[in-house]
């Protein structure tokens, strides 16, 4: 039994030792939806929509505030995995987000997450602000980080 419980010990210590605090992006051309993890990286909150001509100040300022040390970055596909009118610009964007801060930068397939949020507004009563479109996007930068840190859960 004691084995046991020190087996158990040692993996929940990596586990937690691994989680690292990060934010979640679904850029758009107009406005990119913001997202972040609690101080150990364990659960996704939305945190604002942001003009995107304003976004790399915004982050400027916020990354090092905030002690982020991941960034997921939504990439969008079409439903066959081909690129969209704005994967070519989302590329682009990790390769600056990776000059400017020097953090691993992944991309977590977003897919379906914009009509995933809005079906999470419809059901927590929100109907109204479905077209609030900055809801809309923060609530999908809280699903693709959310999808990142569970594909990576033990």
């Known amino acids: 039994m004691k084995r046991i419980e020190s087996a158990y010990h040692i993996l929940n ?18 406005r990119t939806g913001l997202a972040i993890t609690d101080d150990l990286g364990l659960i996704a909150s939305p945190l604002v929509a942001v003009p995107s001509e304003k976004l790399m100040s ?9 002690k982020i040390k991941l960034i997921v970055l939504g ?8 690129d969209t009118h704005i994967t070519e610009n989302v590329r682009l964007f990790k390769t600056a987000l990776e ?8 991309l977590q397939d977003e897919r379906m997450s914009s009509s995933r949020a809005m079906q999470a507004i419809h059901q927590g009563g929100k109907a109204k602000q479905k077209k609030n479109k900055g809801l809309v996007d923060t609530i ?15």
């Open 140 to 154: 999908s930068a809280t699903l693709i980080l959310q999808d990142y840190m569970e594909s990576y859960e033990l």
């Open 99 to 106: 000059k400017q801060f020097s953090l691993p930068v992944m």
């Open 75 to 82: 990439y969008p596909t079409s439903m066959d995995g081909s």
């Open 58 to 66: 915004f982050l400027i300022d916020l990354i090092p505030k905030e």
């Open 13 to 30: 210590i990596e586990y937690f030792s691994r989680m690292e605090k990060a934010i979640g992006i679904d850029f758009g051309l107009k």
